[in-house]
């Protein structure tokens, strides 16, 4: 029906989180203050849910940490906006509509973009890190042995990606971690 896919009825329709949910999306452990989290995160606006796997910023910052911590959210947001736009800048085929595309083929066609993005940074010398060098062997065998598991604890997944609490804990401690950056960091932005 017109209007019926707002952002959120396209959230909770899209297959985003299905790789999360099957155990074959990467592991990527982390800590923050004292706090062990075992799954990434999106970087979203305030339109979106109270997710632990979705970041966003304070609606009203009163405090100086989570005012900070918002700005800092906004503007790494905004830098995942601008290297999407370097993408497709390069590639014409981001560009262009894609309503004709399959859901599958956007994936692969992005995919492939950024491989080839990186490549190119590899070759002209600009890369950041290599594969090998970001995971070390016993990651890649706890990332595989999810893939082995997948499908056993879907249901307790989907339930931990909603986690409202796991949500303002993970928020909470990112905004203490920013806080307490040193002083060149903090006075950025």
């Known amino acids: 029906m017109t209007g019926s896919n ?5 959230l909770n329709q899209s297959p985003i ?10 592991s990527a452990p982390f800590e923050v203050n004292r706090h062990e989290y075992s799954k990434g995160y999106y970087l979203a606006d305030g339109i979106y849910p109270d997710w632990a796997t979705l970041v966003k910023g304070y609606s009203c910052p009163t405090e100086e940490p989570t005012i ?8 790494a947001r905004k830098d995942v906006e601008r290297a999407f736009g370097v ?5 014409h085929i981001i560009r262009i509509a894609s309503r004709s595309m399959s859901v599958n083929r956007m ?10 993005h990186n490549m190119i940074l590899e070759d002209n010398g600009f890369a950041l890190s290599k594969w090998e060098e970001r ?11 999810r893939i ?8 307790i997944i989907a339930r931990e990606i909603r986690d409202r609490d796991l949500h303002n804990q993970l928020t909470e401690d990112l905004a203490e971690h920013i806080w307490n ?9």
């Open 87 to 91: 993408l497709q800048g390069r590639f």
């Open 68 to 75: 900070k911590f918002t700005r800092f959210q906004a503007s």
């Open 17 to 26: 989180f299905d790789k999360l949910k099957n155990g074959t999306f990467p």
């Open 6 to 10: 707002n952002d959120i009825n396209v």
């Open 181 to 189: 950056l040193p002083p060149t960091f903090r006075n950025a932005n």
């Open 148 to 155: 082995r598991n997948r499908g056993r604890d879907r249901d």
């Open 107 to 116: 994936r692969r066609v992005m995919e492939c973009c950024l491989i080839l």
């Open 135 to 145: 995971f070390t062997t016993e990651e890649m065998e706890n990332g595989m042995e």
